[in-house]
Structure formats: C-alpha cells, structure tokens
C-alpha cells in the first residue's frame, strides 16, 4: 500500500512539474514578446509571432502630410 502511495505521490508531482515547465514555456514564446512589442508601440503579429513598427502613409506616397493627391484631382468625373 506504500508503495502506491509513493507512486502516486510521483506521478501528481511530475504532472505538476510538467504544467508549470508548460505554463512558462507559452508565456516565455508568446506571451512576452507580444507585451515587449506593444509596450514599444509597436504592432504585434500573432499568426507569425513577428513585431512590426507602424510605418506613416507619407513614407509610402512621398508627399507631405495633408497634400490632396493631384492625379485624383485634375481627372473629370466619370459618368454613367
């Protein structure tokens, strides 16, 4: 009767160890890097566990901030 007692004893303490080495493992792969990440400002990809920095639109168009685009200004209207 002892002896099962022991084995038993052993087994819910390897389950225990195995859920907490398990809980750390998750937290440290993904649930740090996505705090670190947005902590920064930054935008956090959960599909490819990836940071990214925001980028402003005027970095993509080459113009100032506020400035209408021309071509969309000067082509008449089209109709129907």
Do not use: Q
């Not at 792969?29 to 402003?56: I, N």
């Not at 901030?65 to 109709?79: H, I, T």
Request: glycine share 8%.
């Amino acid at each position: 009767m002892n002896e099962n007692y022991t084995r038993l004893k052993l087994i819910f303490l390897g389950l225990f160890v195995l859920t907490v080495v398990g809980l750390w493992g998750y937290n440290a792969l993904y649930v740090w890097p996505a705090r670190t990440c947005e902590s920064h400002g930054d935008w956090w990809d959960e599909r490819d566990r990836a940071c990214g920095v925001p980028a402003p639109l005027t970095v993509w168009t080459k113009r100032p901030a506020g400035e209408p685009a021309k071509d969309a200004a000067e082509r008449p209207a089209a109709r129907s």
